[in-house]
C-alpha cells in the first residue's frame, strides 16, 4: 500500500473517533449558509485529519471544506481534499448515512480517494494503479448487460 493511502486511512479513522463523540450527543449546530449546517463534530474531525495530514506530509497542500481556502494550495504538486464529515444533515439527524471524506490529487488529478462510516465501520479506499477495496477486501464495478 502506498504510504499516502496509509496516512489517509489513519486520519480518516481517527476523524471517524472524533466524530463519534459528538454522534447522537449535544453539539453546537451553526448555518454556514442557508440550509447548510457545520457542527462541533465537523470542526473537531477537520482539525484531528489536518494534523495528522500536515504533519506527515507538509510540502502537501491543504483544502477543506471547513478550513479557509489559502490560495497557498495552489502552488502545490499535491493537495489534499477534504470534507472531514460528507453528510453533516444525515449526522444531525441521526442517520448513520455519513462519511469522512478524503483525497489526494496531484497537479490537478485525483490519485487516491478515502471514505469511512464510523458507525458502520465501513473503509472504501481507491488509489491510481491499485485498485478499489472495502475494509481491505478487492472491490469492482459491475458491468450493465
Not at 507538509?58 to 504538486?77: A, H
Not at 497537479?107 to 480517494?113: A, N, T, V
Not at 469511512?116 to 481507491?126: D, G, I, Q, R, S
Request: aromatic share 8%.
Amino acid at each position: 500500500m502506498n504510504s499516502d493511502l496509509k496516512i489517509a486511512k489513519e486520519a480518516a479513522i481517527e476523524a471517524g473517533k472524533v466524530i463519534l463523540q459528538y454522534y447522537k450527543a449535544d453539539y453546537e449546530i451553526k448555518e454556514k449558509s442557508y440550509h447548510n449546517p457545520v457542527t462541533t463534530a465537523d470542526n473537531a474531525a477537520d482539525d484531528k485529519i489536518k494534523n495528522i495530514l500536515t504533519i506527515n506530509r507538509p510540502q502537501y497542500g491543504w483544502l477543506s471544506e471547513e478550513t479557509l481556502d489559502s490560495p497557498e494550495r495552489l502552488s502545490k504538486k499535491k493537495v489534499w481534499v477534504v470534507d472531514p464529515l460528507d453528510g453533516t444533515k444525515e449526522f444531525i439527524e441521526g442517520v448513520p448515512n455519513f462519511v469522512v471524506s478524503i483525497g489526494l490529487v496531484r497537479d490537478g488529478k485525483p490519485i487516491l480517494g478515502v471514505l469511512y462510516n464510523p458507525v458502520t465501520l465501513e473503509l472504501f479506499t481507491a488509489s491510481e494503479g491499485e485498485g478499489a477495496y472495502l475494509n481491505n477486501k478487492r472491490i469492482h464495478c459491475t458491468k450493465k448487460i
